[in-house]
T-cell receptor, first 115, second 109 residues
Framework: NAGVTQTPKFQVLKTGQSMTLQCAQD?????MYWYRQDPGMGLRLIYY???????DKGEVPNGYNVSRLNKREFSLRLESAAPSQTSVYFC??????????????FGPGTRLTVL | KNEVEQSPQNLTAQEGEFITINCSYS?????LHWLQQHPGGGIVSLFM???GKKKHGRLIATINIQEKHSSLHITASHPRDSAVYIC???????????FGKGTKLTVNP
């Protein structure tokens, strides 16, 4: 099993460009999450999907959109990238929407720089 | 909003030392997670606990719900334990994790 995979690993964008970060998991998990990690700050939840077909905003959703394409895949889209979106992005998944009972499995991260 | 504070921010130890990392939070929670982030960036879950104590190998996690405090202990530390250790909490009634900023541990041989 590959676990949680993310593409790309690195990306450089110019301000105003758009891009989609891809995430897939092969563990048949119901819940998937997108986080961003910035220096000096803890991981922050951008969006999450408790099950196929549902998505909800997290702590920092502005400037992002998500799609839960199917049970395996959860993509994050930046429609018009801004320098403030320079960050490391992590996708994670868990068996259910109750993290108390299920550990979260993290992807390797995508390092995004917006110039 | 639940604030999660970790201490220390940075910790340097010699191989073999006993390590303690602390986590405090401000409001009631239903569970607490400890995670490890490797120097390469990968994040793995170490423990989930809502009461008492859990042990896995040389790692021990404890939580005191009344005092809103948790500790992660590493016995007989080793250079391969060098990583960032992250505490995250789930507020009661929520499904979302709120993360601390992490504690960077360096274990020297």
């Amino acid at each position: 099993n590959a676990g949680v995979t993310q593409t790309p690993k690195f990306q450089v964008l110019k301000t105003g460009q758009s891009m989609t970060l891809q995430c897939a998991q092969d563990m048949n998990h119901n819940s998937m999450y997108w986080y961003r990690q910035d220096p000096g700050m803890g991981l922050r939840l951008i969006y999450y999907s408790a099950s196929e077909g549902t998505t909800d905003k997290g702590e920092v959703p502005n400037g992002y959109n998500v799609s839960r394409l199917n049970k395996r895949e959860f993509s994050l889209r930046l429609e018009s990238a801004a320098p403030s979106q320079t960050s490391v992005y992590f996708c994670a998944s868990s068996e259910s929407g109750q993290p108390i009972y299920n550990e979260q499995f993290f992807g390797p991260g995508t390092r995004l720089t917006v110039l | 909003k639940n604030e999660v504070e970790q201490s220390p921010q940075n910790l340097t130890a010699q191989e073999g030392e006993f390590i303690t990392i602390n986590c405090s939070y401000s409001v009631g929670i239903s569970a607490l997670h400890w995670l490890q982030q490797h120097p390469g960036g990968g994040i793995v879950s170490l423990f989930m606990l809502s009461s008492g104590k859990k042990k896995h190998g040389r790692l021990i996690a404890t939580i005191n719900i009344q005092e809103k405090h948790s500790s992660l202990h590493i016995t007989a530390s080793h250079p391969r334990d060098s990583a960032v250790y992250i505490c995250a909490v789930i507020e009661g009634g929520s499904e979302k994790l709120v993360f601390g900023k992490g504690t960077k541990l360096t274990v020297n041989p």
